[in-house]
């Protein structure tokens, strides 16, 4: 199963563009890479999922590099309500193979 | 939308008790999963289900059980509870959707054991 890693925490102030990057080394070639957020008192929420190259929806894009050992979640323009903890997910084709990273606690401030 | 209900918040035991967490996803998913969560430690695997009866080990069974009688409920076992599974407990459901696979998670259980 691939392993996932990133960076504990990161700062940020409002309005500015963040990218957490994740390193998955061993993904295997049918896994994807998912992201979720978490807020304090809640389960996870999803974000956003792909496969491979650049994927994007209302909320935030995910690049994906050729190799895919890893992955970066871009967040544009940030706001308070942003601070969270984001975690970084290698799923399999079955839906079944699931290793959650450490998260990284995001903080914005104003 | 779609809801999984945990059916504490937060709960608290007595070493050596057995402690039942249930949890039901009313969206008719194929996969259910049991987490739990401790500071610097992220969300680890405990079990999971892919279908009725079904079970996989994931990271960190030991300790634990699970049973999956209906599709819609998947409760979570500590034969006998210890002080080291004092934890925040989450589970999820998924299915994939579209081209995505997605897990939706309660709310989740904060277990004291003491």
């Known amino acids: 199963l691939a392993k996932t890693t990133q960076p504990i925490s990161m700062d940020s102030y409002e309005g500015q563009e963040v990218n957490i990057t994740c390193s998955h080394n061993n993904i295997a070639t049918n896994d994807y890479i998912t992201w979720y957020q978490q807020f304090p008192s809640q389960g996870p929420r999803f974000i956003i999922q792909g496969y491979k190259t650049k994927v994007t929806n209302e909320v935030a894009s995910l690049f994906i590099p050729a190799d895919r050992k890893s992955s970066t979640l871009s967040l544009p323009r940030v706001s308070l309500s942003d601070t969270a903890v984001y975690y970084c997910?290698?799923?399999?084709?079955?839906?079944?193979?699931?290793?959650f990273g450490k998260g990284t606690t995001l903080s914005v401030s104003s | 939308d779609v809801k999984v209900t945990q059916s504490s918040r937060y709960l608290v035991k007595r070493t050596g008790e057995k402690v039942f967490l249930e949890c039901v996803q009313d969206?008719?998913?194929?996969?259910m999963f049991w987490y739990r969560q401790d500071p610097g430690l992220g969300l680890r695997l405990i079990y999971f289900?892919?279908?009725?009866?079904?079970?996989e080990k994931g990271d960190i069974p030991e300790g634990y059980s699970v049973s999956r009688e209906k599709k819609e409920r998947f409760s979570l076992i500590l034969e006998s509870a210890s002080t080291n599974q004092t934890s925040m407990y989450l589970c999820?459901?998924?299915?994939?959707?579209?081209?995505?696979?997605?897990?939706?998670f309660g709310a989740g259980t904060r277990l004291s054991v003491l």
């Open positions: 999820a459901s998924s299915t994939w959707t579209g081209a995505k696979n997605i897990q939706y």
């Open positions: 997910l290698v799923v399999n084709q079955a839906g079944t193979a699931l290793i």
């Open positions: 289900s892919y279908d009725v009866k079904m079970k």
């Open positions: 969206m008719d998913h194929e996969n």
